[in-house]
T-cell receptor
Framework: DAEITQSPRHKITETGRQVTLACHQT?????MFWYRQDLGHGLRLIHY???????NKGEVSDGYSVSRSNTEDLPLTLESAASSQTSVYFC????????????FGQGTRLTVV | AQTVTQSQPEMSVQEAETVTLSCTYD???????LFWYKQPPSRQMILVIR??????QNATENRFSVNFQKAAKSFSLKISDSQLGDAAMYFC???????????FGTGTLLAVQP
């Protein structure tokens, strides 16, 4: 069965370190998204991609970067982790078209100490 | 920019009763889609129901239905015959036809009382 997986599930890192969260999907979806979930804020869009070599900034992109070198993967990099980036991160993917269902990974809980 | 607002941080319902979760949105686009997602304690995001803006008929999926008021930009979710398994965080989401971005509200935490 097709799926979308995130790794790691949990991570603790120190302030100032670079951290990369992995997202891999086997749906062959063009669209991929990264969100962070915080209490009282819901899911906020960090970055998104419509296809290989395409990346776009979301509403909370400062301090994060992504790259899309193939269809399956959209890794999220925190260039210099800050305590404000402690959160639960979700990756999602969908086929082309705004009416298509987005499928989500199981989330990564990141703690920056 | 498009926004989604859920004004009820928490709701509670008795088992077997009906509850309505509110959602409003703001957009200048004419082509868009609306969704309700459920997030149980497992953190998994589950699509509950979707609505195409060009369709006047309200979407229904078993015990879940929506009240879509396009002019008022309102998209509420009604859960009938509530069950204990319905307890979860519910997110309203918007997706524009032009941008394809999926934008979420802040969520409503639903408790179901036995």
């Amino acid at each position: 069965d097709a799926e979308i997986t995130q790794s790691p599930r949990h991570k603790i890192t120190e302030t100032g370190r670079q951290v990369t969260l992995a997202c891999h999907q086997t749906w062959n979806h063009n669209n991929m998204f990264w969100y962070r979930q915080d209490l009282g804020h819901g899911l906020r869009l960090i970055h998104y991609s419509y296809g290989v070599q395409d990346t776009n900034k979301g509403e909370v992109s400062d301090g994060y970067s992504v790259s899309r070198s193939n269809t399956e993967d959209l890794p999220l990099t925190l260039e210099s982790a800050a305590s404000s980036q402690t959160s639960v991160y979700f990756c999602a993917s969908s086929a082309r078209g705004p009416n298509t269902e987005a499928f989500f990974g199981q989330g990564t809980r990141l703690t920056v100490v | 920019a498009q926004t989604v607002t859920q004004s009820q941080p928490e709701m509670s319902v008795q088992e077997a009763e009906t509850v309505t979760l509110s959602c409003t949105y703001d957009t200048s686009e004419s082509d868009y889609y609306l969704f309700w997602y459920k997030q149980p304690p497992s953190r998994q995001m589950i699509l509950v129901i979707r609505q195409e803006a060009y369709k006047q008929q309200n979407a229904t999926e078993n015990r879940f239905s929506v009240n879509f008021q396009k002019a008022a930009k309102s998209f509420s979710l009604k859960i009938s015959d509530s069950q204990l398994g319905d307890a979860a965080m519910y997110f309203c989401a918007y997706r524009g036809g032009a941008t394809n971005k999926l934008i979420f509200g802040t969520g409503t935490l639903l408790a179901v009382q036995p």
